[in-house]
């Protein structure tokens, strides 16, 4: 079955970096789209980036533009989420998953169980 | 504030059917991109409820559904039961920002 595992979060200052880390098993991970979806502290779904299956193409909401890069290593079956400048407001849960792409259907059908970011002094 | 928008709440007593809407724009669900739904249980991730407006993932029972007209999407639940406790949230593509992924506000149902 479908594994996803995120790693890499933990505690940062204001204009820290972080990097995190999502290890994929139980499916063809150089078939699919993945992406990075956050959830702050008693909040909603923010989707945050996603990266095509051979990394040709990414896109990154507007609230981490020019701060966070996504990225994958299909040989290792791994995604990555590189944060940089990194504000008190990106404090969240963030989750990796697998986007299917069918039409103009974007969706998340698998999750991972989500990596905390905390971002204070 | 949200790209779609949903109701904060509802609530349903047991065995009832409950509806909750997501409203977009003519650049999302107007635009005849697919409308997903996803059901986050207390303390847990999310998981795919409903995908390309009305389709169960295997292992969804039949009681949700999953409609779309115009601007406009809804989840139903039918038979409502305890477990069903949870938050749930829609999600579609938008083209006006672009290429984004855009989820709704979220709404928690309180089964009564």
């Known amino acids: 079955q479908v594994q996803l595992v995120e790693s890499g979060g933990g505690l940062v200052k204001p204009g820290g970096s972080l990097r995190l880390s999502c290890a994929a098993s139980?499916?063809?991970?150089?078939?699919?789209?993945m992406g990075w979806i956050r959830q702050a502290p008693g909040k909603g779904l923010e989707w945050v980036s996603y990266?095509?299956?051979?990394?040709?193409?990414?896109n990154y909401a507007d609230s981490v533009k020019g701060r966070f890069t996504i990225s994958r290593d299909n040989a290792k079956k791994s995604l990555f989420l590189q944060m940089n400048s990194l504000r008190a407001e990106d404090t969240a849960v963030y989750y990796c998953?697998?986007?299917?792409?069918?039409?103009?259907?974007?969706?998340?059908?698998?999750w991972g169980q989500g990596s905390l970011v905390t971002v204070a002094s | 504030q949200s790209v779609l928008t949903q109701p904060p709440s509802v609530s349903g007593a047991p065995g009832q059917r409950v509806t909750i809407s997501c409203t977009g724009s003519n650049s999302n669900i107007g635009a005849n991109y697919g409308v997903h739904w996803y059901q986050q249980l207390p303390g847990t991730a999310p998981k795919l409820l409903i995908y390309g407006d009305n389709n169960r993932p295997s292992g969804v029972p039949e009681r949700f559904s999953g409609s779309k007209s115009g601007t406009s999407a809804s989840l139903a639940i039918t038979g409502l039961q305890a477990e069903d406790e949870a938050d749930y949230y829609c999600?579609?593509?938008?083209?006006?920002?672009?290429?984004?992924?855009?989820f709704g506000g979220g709404t928690k149902l309180t089964v009564l």
């Open positions: 990266i095509t299956e051979s990394s040709t193409y990414a």
């Open positions: 998953a697998v986007l299917t792409v069918s039409g103009w259907s974007y969706f998340f059908d698998n």
């Open positions: 999600q579609s593509y938008d083209s006006s920002l672009s290429g984004s992924l855009v």
């Open positions: 139980g499916f063809t991970f150089s078939d699919y789209y």
